[in-house]
């Protein structure tokens, strides 16, 4: 009775295309669901993601769950989850991604899944990493920790979005590090983000979680860019 109080003054909308969602729907309506563009990149091992890295660093696995495209669903739902304070839709995209790799190598290889950090400055800004609520849905699924303690950012630097393609990768390399022990060695990192674009970010991640002996890494994010 007070939900659908609350309902009815204050219906809630859909985080893709803002309009009125149904009582069965949650977070996502059912019409921006099925045109959400997925990429099935965990159909094929040797997918794009993957192969973003050849040559960079050694990576046992890389995906993403959806296509991101320029004023599209995917932009909308990001931007929303990331500046608008719709942590749920981490949590949503993290369930349906989770939903698909849980009988994957990947959910049964790895031991931690490590989201990329914000600079501590940046998240006392935000309140919130936006890649959390993806990490925790899918270390329910998998039954694995998060920690979000091991990597870490020592530069705060302008928001990724805000750079053109090469200045988000000028000195990148020297933003990530570890603080580990003994315990963290010899273990199979999961690193999340929430987009793939030139991949500098999860490069630069990667290096630094290698700097762990015995070390391996997969990477999974919520989005891919595409052209």
């Known amino acids: 009775m007070f939900n659908s109080l609350i309902n009815l003054f204050f219906p809630k909308v859909c985080a893709g295309c803002k309009s009125f969602i149904g009582t069965n729907e949650y977070v996502i309506c059912t019409v921006c669901r099925h045109e959400l563009p997925l ?7 040797e ?3 993957f192969k973003k890295f050849y040559g960079q660093i050694p990576v046992e696995y890389a995906s993403a769950l959806l296509y991101f495209h320029k004023k599209g669903i995917v932009q909308e739902l990001i931007h ?9 839709i981490g949590t949503v995209l993290g369930e349906w991604y989770a939903a698909d790799l849980k009988n994957s190598a990947i959910a049964k290889n790895v031991d931690v899944i490590i989201p990329v950090p914000l600079h501590k400055k940046r998240l006392k800004e935000r309140g919130y990493n936006q890649v959390t609520n993806f990490g925790l849905a899918l270390s329910e699924s998998f039954k694995i ?5 091991l990597l870490f950012r020592k530069v705060y630097s302008k928001t990724q979005s805000k750079k053109n393609l090469l ?4 000195g990148i390399e020297t933003v990530f590090d570890v603080a580990f022990t003994e315990e963290d ?11 793939l674009t030139t991949g500098a970010t999860l490069e630069a991640c990667s290096r630094a979680l290698l700097k762990i002996p015995g ?8 989005a891919m860019a595409h052209s």
Not at 145 to 149: G, R, S
Not at 167 to 170: C, L
């Open 39 to 45: 990429t099935n990149h965990h159909l094929n091992p």
């Open 185 to 195: 060695e010899n273990k199979h990192y999961l690193l999340i983000d929430d987009v």
């Open 80 to 88: 929303n989850l990331k500046y608008k304070g719709h942590e749920e």
């Open 167 to 170: 200045g988000r990768s000028e």
């Open 215 to 222: 070390a391996k890494i997969s990477i999974v994010c919520m």
């Open 47 to 49: 997918n794009e993601a």
């Open 145 to 149: 920790p998060l920690n979000d303690q």
